[in-house]
């Protein structure tokens, strides 16, 4: 198994170059082709969600301002794209596809047809926005949707994995998903936040499986006494110099979600390792 068609979702901001070359050599790893992804919201689907509260020629303004950026970010992305493309490897690079309408759309029709989706981690002011691309990603693809931090170093690969584990379906489709980098690493540890009497029993399932992969793992269970289990996670992953948190995404309520008090909103900001996630 391995990842033969990587998307990368680009936005035309300053990140794109450097998220794409990452992409690159992962594809170049698996000996995989690299495709990328740029959604331009049209002029309709941009107005939607203004109602009746714009006048018709307050609405056009709105309007044509959208369009404008929307050009703007198109010729950014674009450019990004042929800046790699100059000296990558013909055989790993493939297409830029520019999709007009709204991102659940776009994602249906391109992600759904990747082995993983490569996006950017979120940070700065951008963070709310590009958490709610992730989602849409993770929910409408199905795929396993990898996120990177920019600065990181475009052949730094994934020596040291940690798995975040609690028996969910997504976790559990997380680590399948993960598969490729798994086999990969130097090392692997599967880890679960609580102290209940079954931890250790599942994470030796989890373990059991992954060395039918050939994967060997190591365990641990982590008290989370006193602190959120995402804060947990993050700070066992950071204590381990770990490269990449596999992890299951947006399982919990809507509200929580909406709220900014779910665990996978909580993991997804300010971590400065690389997150592989499935819904």
């Known amino acids: 198994?391995?990842?033969?068609?990587?998307?990368?979702?680009?936005?035309?901001?300053?990140?794109?170059?450097?998220?794409?070359?990452?992409?690159?050599?992962?594809?170049?790893?698996?000996?995989?082709?690299?495709?990328?992804?740029?959604?331009?919201?049209?002029?309709?689907?941009?107005?939607?969600?203004?109602?009746?509260?714009?006048?018709?020629?307050?609405?056009?303004?709105?309007?044509?301002?959208?369009?404008?950026?929307?050009?703007?970010?198109?010729?950014?992305?674009?450019?990004?794209?042929?800046?790699?493309?100059?000296?990558?490897?013909?055989?790993?690079?493939?297409?830029?596809?520019?999709?007009?309408?709204?991102?659940?759309?776009?994602?249906?029709?391109?992600?759904?047809?990747?082995?993983?989706?490569?996006?950017?981690?979120?940070?700065?002011?951008?963070?709310?926005?590009?958490?709610?691309?992730?989602?849409?990603?993770?929910?409408?693809?199905?795929?396993?949707?990898?996120?990177?931090?920019?600065?990181r170093a475009a052949d730094a690969g994934f020596k040291r994995i940690m798995i975040a584990w609690d028996g969910s379906l997504e976790a559990a489709r997380a680590v399948s998903g993960a598969l490729p980098l798994l086999a990969a690493a130097d090392s692997v540890k599967a880890v679960h936040a609580g102290l209940h009497d079954d931890d250790s029993a599942r994470l030796g399932r989890l373990a059991n499986y992954l060395d039918r992969h050939g994967v060997a793992a190591a365990t641990e269970t982590v008290d989370a006494s006193g602190r959120s289990i995402a804060r947990a996670l993050v700070e066992t992953a950071r204590d381990d110099a770990a490269d990449l948190v596999v992890m299951g995404g947006f399982g919990a309520p809507g509200w929580q979600y909406a709220l900014g008090r779910d665990e996978t909103t909580a993991l997804l900001k300010d971590t400065g390792f690389a997150i592989l996630m499935v819904h």
């Open 1 to 151: 198994m391995a990842f033969r068609r990587i998307l990368t979702v680009i936005s035309g901001s300053d990140d794109d170059e450097a998220l794409l070359r990452q992409a690159l050599a992962i594809a170049e790893t698996q000996a995989g082709r690299l495709d990328a992804l740029f959604v331009r919201r049209n002029a309709a689907s941009g107005g939607d969600f203004m109602g009746d509260a714009f006048s018709t020629y307050g609405m056009e303004a709105v309007l044509e301002a959208l369009d404008d950026a929307a050009s703007e970010a198109s010729l950014r992305a674009h450019r990004a794209f042929e800046r790699v493309g100059d000296d990558a490897p013909a055989e790993h690079f493939g297409r830029l596809s520019e999709y007009v309408g709204l991102p659940h759309q776009a994602m249906a029709a391109e992600g759904r047809l990747s082995d993983l989706v490569v996006m950017a981690l979120p940070r700065g002011r951008s963070a709310p926005s590009q958490l709610s691309a992730i989602k849409t990603a993770a929910c409408e693809a199905g795929r396993p949707v990898l996120l990177l931090p920019p600065d």
